[in-house]
């Protein structure tokens, strides 16, 4: 069966360090994968997303990047927090025509 | 431009009686929808989907129904469990737009 792991759980960052979130899936191949944030009362926000190795694209201008360098594993990173990337970040993949599945997420916290 | 819309904010729903869920979309190319529940500090889990060649979808206490010319779906749960308050969030998809899009969730309480 398919899981998805996603680390840290939590992560409490200064302003203006770097970041970096992974997030791999197993028992599947050639997912699509995405980064979403929920800010604090919000919605999910969908960030990037990849439907391949090298693919990546991004929603929303920010510091954040992404990057998948295995078919599986997919990084969120920023060279240096601001204190609006606060937020739950949840990572997630699915096969074409099928429901999204979704890691656990990860509470940053940038102070 | 937000495509994937949930007006309800919030919704107080009495144990055992009917709780609706409403979600609205402007993006025609949509043609998968899908309802996710979600706790506090946890990823959504998903629920129940529709594809837009059907108009109902039913999972138990779960159906979704679909207004294809209205661009509008909902959720129905039947009957209401204190365990079904969360936030519920509609989203979308179509097999020419990768992109899941996700609306801004409605935090159901179920008071019992």
């Known amino acids: 069966s398919q899981t998805i792991h996603q680390w840290p759980a939590t992560l409490v960052q200064p302003v203006g360090s770097p970041l970096s979130l992974e997030c791999t899936v197993e028992?599947?191949?050639?997912?699509?994968l995405y980064w979403y944030r929920q800010a604090a009362g919000r919605g999910l926000q969908l960030l990037f997303y990849?439907?391949?190795?090298?693919?990546i694209s991004s929603e929303v201008p920010q510091n954040l990047s992404a990057s998948r360098p295995q078919d599986r594993q997919f990084i969120l990173s920023s060279k240096k927090l601001l204190l609006s990337d606060s937020g739950f970040y949840l990572c997630?993949?699915?096969?074409?025509?099928?429901?999204?599945?979704f890691g656990n997420g990860t509470r940053l916290t940038v102070t | 431009d937000q495509q994937v819309k949930q007006n309800s904010p919030s919704l107080s729903v009495q144990e055992g009686r009917i709780s609706i869920l409403n979600c609205d979309y402007t993006?025609?190319?949509?043609?998968?929808f899908l309802w996710y529940k979600k706790y506090p500090a946890e990823g959504p889990t998903f629920l129940i989907s529709?594809?837009?060649?059907?108009d109902k979808n039913e999972d138990g206490r779960f159906t979704v129904f679909l207004n294809k010319s209205a661009k509008h779906l909902s959720l129905h749960i039947v009957p209401s469990q204190p365990g079904d308050s969360a936030v519920y969030f509609c989203?979308?998809?179509?097999?020419?737009?990768?992109?899941?899009?996700f609306g801004p969730g409605t935090s159901l309480s179920v008071i019992p």
């Open positions: 997630a993949w699915n096969l074409s025509n099928s429901p999204l599945h």
């Open positions: 028992g599947t191949s050639n997912p699509n």
């Open positions: 990849s439907v391949g190795i090298g693919q």
């Open positions: 993006n025609s190319m949509f043609d998968y």
């Open positions: 529709i594809s837009s060649i059907k």
């Open positions: 989203a979308a998809f179509g097999t020419s737009y990768d992109k899941v899009i």
